[in-house]
């Protein structure tokens, strides 16, 4: 059975690699897969922590699991949106591109 | 057995993300993406928190995936690919996995080993939904209601 | 005698298990028992689906004063084995710059997502071939991925039509997937578990003796049941709702590039899905493998299910010998008008029927709840539109 060190390092490695796409892609649509990434990372450290909780514990992680993945997904959704209304507007979802209010 | 479970799902889930998070063809970072939820999933139901594995294929597969696709198809001008890439972002994610590694490699009560648990029921989620966080069940309530019309109003057609 | 019939499979079972049961390690036993479990379901439902293809062009043909097909076999019942070789023997043509791996993987993920469906539902006493906790949740969450295979078959093939097919099919099935999930929510709330198993055992009671507490006999149930056979038709395009693979408008929608043994997998794809959903309104509606009445109980519970799995899908093709098209526009405005708001007031209705007792009262509560609710929404839907006296003309 693994331990929660070796859980616990993959939520960070899945962080990680969201991480890695929020900040190195230049696309809106992957910088959303990014975070969304980063927010399942998050809930996986949540189940992690309560499954090696001592016992008897009260389902809190599993709780704050479920609300996190509906904010998650209205999170989403929103941004979504926004990066459709940006592209309409800019005709470009490259976020380097989208700089009129620099300076 | 339970290690080598593990460490298929553990493989499955990394290898999606890591696919969604460098594949230069946008469709198939966004079906990578899918792959990599149902490896959390598979995390989920591993981990004894079976209902929150079926919301999670549920809400990220059926959903959150669909939109994503949805939004590449209405937003692309070019086919398939995108240039740039920030090489930077690698340096930054490489230095947060090696400072988490470390923290948790430093922390010594952390390898501890699980106990036999029974896995949480529905009638119990359902339970405590309606007794103990009956307010944050109203508030995501109407969280996602505000999310809906405030996305619907982003994406109407202006009228000008 | 009656329970040796019924649990004959699960003995067979377990007959076939003996050889390994004392010697081999727990998990061993476990994956041996549900690979028996998918044999026998594969089986069961891949024979019934070669069965309804030509029972379908049989019944369809006679509602339309034709035989069916007849050549093949007696009454034409080998016509299956007919179409697989045809459809074996096809050549598999994919377009040269279509996106070879999507491509590949949308018919097996709609196939694989359809058969995982047929999993959690209750075939009969001892019979369902995994118990899940959350079984209804499990059984939706596996339909909301075939949304995301069908956009994979569109979009693989590199064809506007089969993008324009994979739109529309998407957003009716996302549409009615709402009221589809909204109707089941009354019968997990009476029941109080979204254990397919426990469903079908709160409706194991009768009254009087002969009268069956089925949930379709409530208002609500019967309601819900009417809303969630339409929402199942939607979901798995079929005719009236079959927009997406039109034939007359979009040549075959998003299956337009697969030929041969995909075009197949796509076909078995869709009847499979009309299976589960089918078989998921017995078990929630129709009482699942219970008897309708007390005294015919000695029938196996796998007999009745299947009566009533057949029943409804004589329905289905009833339905679509006998109604045309519906629009892409009418399809929306009737799921977002008509469909989402009855389906909330089931919900209504059965807390009605449950508070007032669940009794004469509280049916004739529950049914005056949803009868304001219809009636109010035929006055405001109402499109007003007079149409001119119907003439025939017949030719001379």
């Known amino acids: 059975m693994p331990t929660l060190s070796m859980l616990l390092v993959v939520s960070a490695a899945l962080f990680c690699i969201g991480l890695l796409a929020a900040l190195s892609r230049r696309h809106a649509i992957f910088i959303l897969i990014g975070i969304e990434m980063m927010l399942a990372a998050a809930n996986l450290n949540f189940i992690a922590f309560w499954r090696f909780a001592p016992q008897p514990a009260p389902p809190t992680g599993v709780m704050v699991a479920i609300f996190a993945i509906a904010i998650a997904a209205a999170e989403a959704a929103v941004g979504l949106a926004m990066v459709i209304a940006v592209y309409r507007h800019f005709r470009t979802t490259n976020v380097d591109q989208l700089d009129q209010l620099k300076g | 057995m339970s290690t080598v479970a593990f460490a298929g799902i553990a493989i499955l889930t990394l290898a999606a993300a890591l696919a969604a998070a460098t594949l230069q063809k946008l469709m198939h970072a966004a079906l990578s993406f899918a792959v990599m939820f149902v490896g959390i999933s598979a995390f989920f139901f591993f981990l004894g928190a079976e209902f929150v594995g079926l919301v999670q294929v549920f809400v990220y597969i059926g959903a959150v995936a669909v939109l994503i696709v949805f939004t590449i198809l209405l937003t692309r001008h070019d086919v398939g690919k995108v240039r740039g890439f920030n090489w930077s972002g690698v340096f930054v994610a490489v230095a947060v996995f090696g400072g988490l590694v470390w923290t948790i490699s430093k922390t010594k009560s952390l390898s501890i080993v699980p106990q036999q648990i029974k896995p949480v029921t529905v009638q119990r989620i359902g339970e405590l939904l309606m007794t103990n966080y009956v307010w944050p069940l109203q508030c995501v309530g109407v969280l996602l209601t505000a999310a809906l019309i405030g996305a619907l109003i982003l994406v109407m057609e202006e009228k000008s | ?54 029972l379908e062009r049989k019944i369809l043909g006679r509602m339309q004063n034709r035989y069916g097909p007849n050549r093949v076999g007696p009454f034409g019942l080998f016509q299956p084995v007919a179409d697989g070789i045809k459809m074996l023997i096809k050549e598999d043509i994919v377009p040269a710059r279509a996106d070879k791996i999507v491509h590949f993987l949308a018919p ?242 059965a807390a009605v029927w449950h508070y007032t007792g669940r009794g004469l009262r509280g049916w004739l509560w529950s049914l005056g709840v949803i009868a304001v609710v219809y009636v109010t929404l035929s006055i405001l839907l109402d499109t007003r539109r007079k149409f001119a006296p119907r003439t025939y003309r017949f030719a001379e």
């Open chain 3, 1 to 54: 005698m009656a329970d040796s019939f019924d649990q004959i499979f699960i003995r067979a079972k377990q007959w076939l298990l003996s050889p390994i049961s004392c010697r081999a390690p727990d998990w061993l036993i476990q994956v041996a028992s549900s690979l028996l479990n998918i044999a026998a379901l594969l089986g069961v439902f891949l024979t019934l689906f070669a069965l309804i293809s030509v």
């Open chain 3, 108 to 349: 097996v993920l709609i196939a694989a997502t359809a058969i995982l469906a047929l999993g959690v539902i209750p075939y009969g006493r001892n019979m369902t071939p995994f118990i899940i906790d959350g079984g209804i949740l499990f059984f939706f969450a596996v339909g909301s991925t075939t949304e995301l295979a069908v956009f994979m078959a569109g979009w693989g093939s590199n064809n506007k039509f089969s993008m324009l097919g994979a739109m529309r099919a998407i957003a009716q099935m996302i549409s009615y997937e709402l009221p589809l999930i909204i109707t089941v929510l009354p019968v997990v709330m009476i029941v109080g578990s979204l254990n397919p198993d426990k469903i079908v055992g709160a409706q194991s009671t009768y009254s009087l003796g002969f009268v069956p507490h089925w949930f379709v006999f409530t208002p609500w149930g019967a309601t819900a049941f009417i809303l969630f056979f339409v929402s199942g038709l939607v979901e798995s395009n079929r005719t009236p709702f079959d927009v997406p693979e039109g034939e007359s408008e979009i040549v075959a929608g998003h299956m337009t590039e697969y030929s041969g043994f995909k075009y197949a997998t796509f076909f078995m794809a869709e009847y499979i899905g009309m299976f589960a959903i089918s078989g998921l309104g017995v078990t929630l509606f129709l009482g699942g493998w219970h008897a309708p009445v007390h005294f015919l109980e000695f029938i196996p519970s796998y007999a009745w299910f299947f009566v009533k799995l057949s029943i409804l899908l004589f329905i289905y093709i009833w339905l679509r010998g006998t109604l045309p098209r519906t629009r892409v526009d009418q399809i929306m405005n009737f799921a977002w008008k008509f469909m989402l708001p009855m389906a909330f007031t089931c919900v209504i209705a």
